[in-house]
């Protein structure tokens, strides 16, 4: 909300509080006395020991006793919400709450005592500087209880928003190599606008689009397939560099993996170097390991099943539900 309109519902509510006041005051003895009469009445059935005594004796009580009680309270109470308001509006502005507080009783104390002077010339009243000093006390009261809520608004806003930077300065680097495994990953991809990601895949002519969406975001690896063992390995080989080289330009704190092969170096550089491992054991998988899986298993921080079942298999596992 901007601060302009903040002030302007201050504003308003704090004028309505004022006329509140000039009203209550500008009724005369009798009309003010059967108000609070009928305030008195209403607490004295709540009250046993009340009830107890004669006619006579819980009149007494009640003009004697309880009438001048709920007055000052009444009093205390309007003039609190007027020092509350006043407060709010003040927190709006530069200063110190210090400053805030002193201003807000101040505007209060003056009122009061323009409100008690208002008084002398309505019928029955008086105007009393014990009245005056109840209403500086509620006026006080009010700003400081407006000051603690402000105070802890804005140490949780404050909380709010640091957390969300935090969030948003987090750097986690997403991998897998393609296909079912890739399109596993992007089902993450709600984190995607909470954090500083980074997605590293396989190249391939299908994965070709991604560049488009997620440009300095993508690095690819090189795909490699063990049908060709003599070949896997040199690509291995590249690909342990590469993934290095990515490694440290990005420096995650949080590596998240669905697999396969093409994340095993990486998420061993990540470990070495002090980030954290988070590896999703595929979908595909409901009885039986993956290699991959089966390496990451001792060296991840969080290992995630999607099956239930796999939790006999990986007993350290956390089973999550599936990503689909």
Same mark, same amino acid.
């Given at each position: 909300m901007k601060v302009t309109v903040q002030r302007l519902i201050w504003s308003i509510l704090i004028i309505a509080n004022c006329i509140a006041i000039f009203q209550f005051s500008s009724q005369n003895a009798q009309i003010s006395g059967n108000t609070s009469g009928r305030v008195v009445?209403? *607490? #004295?059935?709540?009250i046993p020991s009340i009830q107890k005594l004669n006619e006579e004796e819980k009149t007494r009580v009640?003009?004697?006793?309880?009438?001048?009680?709920?007055?000052?309270?009444?009093?205390?109470?309007?003039?609190?919400?007027?020092? %509350?308001?006043?407060?709010?509006?003040?927190?709006?502005y530069q200063?110190?709450?210090?400053?805030?507080?002193?201003?807000?009783?101040?505007?209060?104390? *003056?009122? #009061?005592?323009?409100?008690? %002077?208002?008084?002398? %010339?309505?019928?029955?009243?008086?105007?009393?500087?014990?009245?005056?000093?109840i209403d500086t006390a509620g006026a006080l009261t009010g700003a400081v209880i407006a000051m603690i809520i402000i105070k802890c608004y804005y140490k949780i806003t404050k909380k709010q928003i640091e957390r969300k930077k935090i969030e948003k300065d987090t750097k986690l680097l997403f991998i897998s190599s393609t296909g079912g495994h890739f399109n596993e990953l992007m089902q993450l991809k709600p984190l995607f606008a909470k954090c500083n990601y980074h997605i590293v895949t396989e190249t391939s002519p299908a994965m070709e689009h991604l560049k488009q969406e997620y440009g300095k975001k993508l690095d690819f690896l090189v795909y490699g397939t063990k049908k060709t063992?003599?070949?896997?390995?040199?690509?291995?080989?590249?690909?342990?560099?590469?993934?290095?080289? *990515?490694?440290?330009?990005?420096?995650?704190?949080v590596v998240i993996t669905t697999g396969t092969h093409t994340a095993g170096p990486m998420c061993c550089i #990540?470990?070495?170097?002090?980030?954290?491992?988070?590896? *999703?054991?595929? %979908? #595909?998988?409901?009885?039986?390991?993956?290699?991959t899986g089966t390496l990451l298993y001792h060296i991840a921080d969080v290992f995630i099943v999607q099956w239930e079942e796999m939790l006999s298999i990986y007993p350290k596992a956390k089973y999550l539900g599936g990503l689909y």
């Open positions: 009445d209403w *607490i #004295a059935e709540l009640k003009e004697e006793v309880m009438q001048p009680i709920v007055r000052k309270l009444a009093h205390f109470s309007i003039y609190a919400l007027l020092g %509350f308001l006043i407060m709010g509006l003040a927190s709006t200063g110190t709450f210090y400053q805030k507080i002193l201003c807000s009783v101040l505007l209060a104390c *003056i009122y #009061a005592i323009s409100d008690e %002077f208002h008084q002398l %010339f309505i019928s029955g009243r008086s105007g009393q500087i014990t009245d005056v000093l063992p003599i070949r896997y390995i040199g690509i291995l080989l590249v690909n342990c560099l590469k993934s290095l080289w *990515i490694y440290l330009k990005f420096r995650p704190q #990540a470990k070495i170097l002090g980030s954290k491992v988070i590896y *999703i054991e595929t %979908f #595909a998988n409901r009885n039986t390991k993956t290699e």
